[in-house]
């Protein structure tokens, strides 16, 4: 569902409706799984809807960032590091987001 919804962010309005029925945090849920294909997908998904300013913001308050740097970053899987890594250059256009994965050495995660 992750893909699928992925697929259909392209535009502005989707994002936002899917980010209003609770979407950021559904998919940082997905991301919290042990199955690499369920992260990766829910880990493009958080790729689509960061490009979303109220998205960005609802990320920042549950912490999001924590979970993209532990799951995404730091997982073995080299598509899952891409999405991540997308996902996260769109959180971080957020001040709060950007200074969160400074105090978590995200940089330092992301470089390797």
């Keep these: 569902s992750a893909f699928a919804l992925s697929c259909?962010?392209?535009d502005s309005p989707v994002r936002l409706a899917v980010h209003t029925l609770g979407g950021v945090e559904c998919f940082?849920?997905?991301?919290?799984?042990?199955?690499?294909?369920v992260i990766n997908y829910?880990?493009?998904a958080l790729s689509q809807i960061l490009q979303h300013?109220?998205?960005?913001?609802e990320l920042y308050k549950v912490h999001g960032m924590k979970v993209l740097i532990d799951f995404g970053l730091a997982s073995d899987?080299?598509?899952v590091q891409e999405n991540a890594?997308?996902?996260?250059a769109f959180a971080?256009?957020?001040?709060?987001?950007?200074?969160?994965?400074?105090?978590?050495?995200?940089?330092?995660?992301l470089i390797e």
């Design 53 to 57: 300013v109220e998205a960005k913001d």
């Design 77 to 79: 899987s080299v598509e």
């Design 85 to 88: 890594a997308r996902a996260v």
């Design 92 to 109: 971080i256009e957020q001040e709060g987001n950007l200074k969160d994965l400074r105090k978590m050495n995200g940089i330092v995660t």
């Design 28 to 37: 940082l849920f997905l991301m919290q799984t042990n199955d690499d294909i």
């Design 8 to 10: 259909h962010m392209l």
């Design 42 to 44: 829910a880990a493009l």
